[in-house]
Nanobody
Framework: QLQLDESGGGLAQAGGSLTLSCAAS????????LGWFRQAPGQEREFVAA????????WYSKSVKGRFTISKDNDADTVYLQMNNLKPEDTAVYYC????????????????WGRGTQVTVSS
């Protein structure tokens, strides 16, 4: 069983930055691809970014590409999401998730989920 614990959410102004962290509980976390998803009130959970188990490949949604950067530290069993140039539409609960699939941008590909961390961007 893999447990994921997100942190780093909070309030930011438009144009500002936040960095989210997701710590994995098991030493086997390096075997998993890790992703970030977000869910705004009344909306479905959507893909934000993902990184392969090795950290060598990354994927981004069109809405965040060029502004967000995902990275993985296998030694620390942690994945990060650096969010720059934040916009009010980035406001959502952000979830970290783990997958055994080599390429995964869909909610259904992910087996383990964190509880989420709130990000609020004011205009």
């Amino acid at each position: 069983q893999l447990q994921l614990d997100e942190s780093g959410g909070g309030l930011a102004q438009a144009g500002g930055s936040l960095t989210l962290s997701c710590a994995a509980s098991a030493r086997t976390a390096y075997r998993y691809g890790l992703g970030w998803f977000r869910q705004a009130p009344g909306q479905e959970r959507e893909f934000v970014a993902a990184v392969s188990w090795s950290g060598g490949s990354t994927w981004y949604s069109k809405s965040v590409k060029g502004r967000f950067t995902i990275s993985k530290d296998n030694d620390a069993d942690t994945v990060y999401l650096q969010m720059n140039n934040l916009k009010p539409e980035d406001t959502a609960v952000y979830y970290c998730a783990a997958t055994e699939d080599p390429v995964a941008t869909e909610v259904g590909n992910y087996k383990y989920w964190g509880r989420g961390t709130q990000v609020t961007v004011s205009s």
